[in-house]
């Protein structure tokens, strides 16, 4: 079955500072990865999401990058603010349907 | 608020009693997924549902653990003779699929079992 690796498991960044996030999956039959976040006592959250037909996608302040080659993607987000500090999991499976195979997720800090 | 709604949010449950839970997905998705998330790591798959079959079921899924979906609106899980290891935060998910097309996956904010 899909193995999703995540790093770093924290991640500490000052207000403003990006932030880097990467996983690597280990079946070459997915086709589908999304990022979630996940806040205190909530439930996880899509913020954006991928196909393996597309190798990069932005929105706002928010971009995903994936090299079906290397089979990782990467999260990347930009002049961070304190409330993007949560814990983020990336996720992978064959198509939007299919179950998804989640890493083991990042917290994020970001400070003042 | 429309997203997905699960109760209880929390359950305290003494080990060998039985449980159960209940999702009400967004009204107009067809398709529903149980997760289970321990602590410190990333949910774990568990079942899925189209409108009222259960589709897909993961070795994760003893055979204490039951998920219908009768009408193939909201659905229950529940845990049978209830063990320490099955503490946890039970999600839901839902989504709206059609032939070739899927919406991503909604999540609830979850029920936190804990089994004394």
């Known amino acids: 079955g899909e193995n999703v690796e995540q790093h770093p498991s924290t991640l500490s960044v000052q207000e403003g500072d990006s932030a880097v996030i990467k996983c690597t999956y280990s079946d070459s039959a997915s086709n589908y990865f999304p990022w979630y976040k996940q806040e205190l006592g909530k439930g996880p959250q899509l913020i954006i999401d991928?196909?393996?037909?597309?190798g990069e996608k932005k929105d706002q302040r928010i971009a995903v990058t994936l090299n079906k080659t290397a089979k990782h993607f990467s999260l990347h987000i930009t002049e961070t603010q304190p409330e993007d500090s949560a814990v983020y999991f990336c996720a992978a499976s064959e198509d939007t349907a299919s179950k998804l195979t989640f890493g083991t997720g990042t917290r994020l800090q970001v400070t003042l | 608020d429309t997203g997905v709604s699960q109760d209880p949010r929390h359950k305290i449950t003494k080990r060998g009693q039985n449980v159960t839970f209940r999702c009400d997905p967004i009204?107009?998705?067809?398709?529903l997924y149980w997760y289970r998330q321990t602590l410190g790591q990333g949910p774990e798959f568990l079942t899925y549902?189209?409108?009222?079959?259960?589709?897909?079921k993961s070795r994760l899924l003893s055979d204490r653990f039951s998920a219908e979906r009768p009408k193939g609106s909201f659905s229950t899980l529940e845990i049978q003779r209830t063990e320490q290891g099955d503490s946890a935060m039970y999600l839901c998910?839902?989504?709206?699929?059609?032939?070739?097309?899927?919406?991503?996956?909604?999540f609830g904010n979850g029920t936190r079992l804990t089994v004394t």
């Open positions: 998910a839902s989504s709206l699929g059609r032939q070739g097309w899927n919406s991503p996956l909604h």
């Open positions: 009204s107009e998705h067809n398709r």
């Open positions: 549902f189209q409108n009222e079959a259960q589709l897909e």
């Open positions: 991928i196909r393996s037909n597309v």
